[in-house]
């Protein structure tokens, strides 16, 4: 299973992935982006790789387990 994370610390809530990816990202109560669902479908791979080429500081990872 593909897992989409977003790592707060890294954040700075540029809003680059929930601008370009509403589907997938959104702010939490933080104000620091949150994937929507951690589960990426086949359908979604490519969006959340150019989220995590796009975040400027790199918060965004997947990992597959
Ligand atoms: S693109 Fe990166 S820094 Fe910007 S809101 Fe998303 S996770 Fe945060």
Request: with cysteine.
């Given at each position: 299973m593909k897992k989409l994370k977003v790592d707060k610390d890294l954040c700075?809530?540029?809003?680059a992935c929930v601008g370009a990816f509403p589907e997938l990202f959104e702010f939490g109560e933080d104000d620091r982006a949150q994937a929507i669902k951690e589960e990426i479908s086949k359908e979604n791979l490519e969006e959340a790789m150019d989220a995590i080429e796009g975040c400027p500081t790199n918060a965004i990872s997947y990992e597959e387990n």
């Amino acid at each position: 299973m593909k897992k989409l994370k977003v790592d707060k610390d890294l954040c700075i809530s540029c809003g680059a992935c929930v601008g370009a990816f509403p589907e997938l990202f959104e702010f939490g109560e933080d104000d620091r982006a949150q994937a929507i669902k951690e589960e990426i479908s086949k359908e979604n791979l490519e969006e959340a790789m150019d989220a995590i080429e796009g975040c400027p500081t790199n918060a965004i990872s997947y990992e597959e387990n």
